[in-house]
């Protein structure tokens, strides 16, 4: 079934052309908030020594915070879809600043859940308005709108690792504080992206028809549930990485803490680079072809990776960054495009199923990890990518502009 969606009222107003300036400066705003926000696993190994924490303890800490972020998500896209507010996304970093300067000096393992929460609450606040204004200044280029505004996050969660192994490492938890700044140079860029908004919010026609894909209502719901178990396949494998790669490397090649976190690094920066492809691509061939690739075409790395060396793991991390990281871009405007005019919504929804699953999966993940050993969890991550073959029950969507 091909399909022609129609250009929903937020995206007329930008029809003028690509406000590149304002996709920039999202870009950087996110890659400052995942940076801040890398932080946390990135600094695992301290907090691990710090607080004395299991494997365990180590996912509540990842669920704490993406679980924070996944609840509040899907309800503050709800209402700027009603009542949109530029000007939240500063406030959502400056939760962000206040819950880095609580975690660097957090006396017990209760404050630490409580400065992570804060994060996760300035990241529910930043995701979804953030996306509707990337949309907002697309010109219709929508797959390429959404791939600057996450590679942006992505380049932010590459870096968290690099700036920990430099400044946490060498000079211990009170060095997170110093990241706070990190969040004043956000404020100021997003209190400029929440000007353009109001200006544009401005001169956005009302009173027009509520967009519509044209598909039977059980298509919708169907292809929305088959959406979020890709979402679940891809972030809860990626959570085995992000939270548990460093001990994994550790554990099994007996490499430093500063080396497992350079090695985190390259994955994570593949996966930045990965995301810079997956929109444009789905704009050009169509966004069902880039998830079955980015799913399914994961499947043979990840059943390698617990199998082979140092080196050879290193390599498949990287590809399986590349790969599955350009899923996520097609994923969410595909999504859009089947309930369009509900663009925070659906932002706020998929964001915060991709940290809920993340933080949950990491949690269960930690678990299987203290009752057998860490091998053990990347042996049964190892199968996630499967999920992928549910592609088959999407529709085929085909834009206009």
């Excluded at 995942?34 to 695992?44: E, G, R």
């Excluded at 590809?319 to 309930?339: N, P, R």
């Amino acid at each position: 079934m091909t399909v022609a969606t129609e250009i929903t009222p937020m995206t007329r107003a930008s029809q003028e052309g690509t406000a590149w300036t304002i996709l920039v400066m999202l870009s950087v705003a996110h890659m400052l908030n995942d940076t801040m926000q890398s932080v946390i696993a990135a600094s695992y190994p301290i907090l691990k020594e710090s607080f004395a924490l299991d494997y365990g303890q180590i996912g509540l800490v990842t669920m704490c915070f993406q679980v924070t972020a996944s609840v509040l998500q899907p309800l503050i896209g709800i209402f700027t879809d009603r009542h949109p507010m530029p000007f939240s996304l500063a406030f959502g970093m400056g939760s962000t600043l206040i819950g880095l300067l609580l975690m660097s000096v957090a006396p017990s393992f209760a404050v630490l859940l409580v400065a992570v929460g804060m994060i996760g609450t300035g990241s529910a606040v930043f995701h979804p308005e953030s996306s509707r204004m990337a949309r907002l200044a697309s010109g219709g280029r929508h797959g390429l709108a959404q791939s600057m505004f996450q590679v942006g996050g992505n380049t932010g969660s590459a870096l968290g690792p690099l700036l920990a192994t430099f400044v946490v490492l060498p000079f211990g938890r009170p060095s997170v504080a110093w990241f706070a700044g990190l969040a004043l140079v956000g404020i100021g860029l997003l209190t400029r992206v929440g000007v353009w908004g109001r200006e544009r919010r401005r001169v956005r026609p009302v009173g027009a028809a509520r967009p519509t894909s044209g598909l039977p209502k059980s298509v919708v719901v169907r292809s929305i549930v088959v959406l979020m178990l890709l979402v679940f396949s891809k972030n809860v494998y990626l959570a085995s990485i992000s939270s548990f790669y460093t001990f994994y490397l550790i554990d099994t090649f007996q490499v430093s803490v500063r080396e497992s976190q350079l090695y985190l690094f390259l994955f994570l920066f593949a996966a930045a680079l990965g995301t810079l492809v997956g929109g444009p691509v789905g704009d050009r061939i169509g966004r069902k072809a880039v998830i079955w690739v980015s799913i399914l075409g994961v499947l043979p790395f990840s059943l390698a990776l617990p199998y082979v060396g140092l080196t050879a793991t290193a390599v498949l991390s990287v590809v399986i960054g590349l790969v599955m990281s350009s899923a996520f871009s097609a994923i969410l405007v595909f999504a859009q495009e089947l309930v369009p005019g509900r663009v925070g919504m659906i932002a706020g929804l998929f964001f915060g199923m991709a940290f809920g699953f993340g933080g949950l999966g990491a949690a269960a993940l930690g678990e299987i990890a203290d009752a057998t050993s860490i091998t053990t969890v990347y042996h049964i991550a190892a199968w996630l990518p499967a999920i992928g073959v549910l592609t088959v029950f999407l529709p085929n969507l085909k834009t206009t502009r």
